[in-house]
């Protein structure tokens, strides 16, 4: 199943952005969620993961600890990443996936993930 990312943007160095993740045919909150950026010319990253099997214990890339956060809003259907104090280096096209590939306490890319379209953030400088 695609999993529909959202929110994205244009955002000045410092900014705040709040992406969402969602799947009407999905109860978000029965799945892991990951999210995932690719910058232009750079490989997929992993970003965050929240684990429902470790309860909804939450995972971040070095880079963006403590100023990303991920979420579930149940009343929504939805997983939030709350991204904050954006940086130029955040730019990128955001994915979310179901499931999480965790090495090192660090989300990854696990290689069966289904992609969705993304959504773009660009932080300017």
């Known amino acids: 199943v695609q999993l529909q990312a959202s929110g994205g943007g244009l955002v000045h160095s410092g900014g705040s952005l709040r992406l969402s993740c969602a799947a009407p045919?999905?109860?978000?909150?029965?799945?892991?969620i990951s999210w995932f950026r690719q910058a232009p010319g750079k490989e997929r990253e992993g970003v965050s993961c929240?684990?429902?099997?470790?309860?909804?214990?939450?995972y971040y890339a070095d880079s963006v600890v403590g100023r990303f956060t991920v979420s579930r809003d149940k009343s929504q259907n939805t997983v939030v990443l709350q991204m904050n104090t954006l940086k130029p280096e955040d730019t990128g096209v955001y994915y979310c996936?179901?499931?999480?590939?965790?090495?090192?306490?660090?989300?990854?890319?696990?290689?069966?993930?289904?992609w969705g379209p993304g959504t773009q953030v660009t932080v300017s400088s």
């Open positions: 996936t179901t499931g999480c590939v965790i090495v090192r306490d660090r989300p990854i890319v696990g290689g069966t993930e289904t």
């Open positions: 045919e999905l109860t978000m909150e029965d799945y892991s």
């Open positions: 929240i684990s429902l099997p470790e309860g909804d214990r939450t």
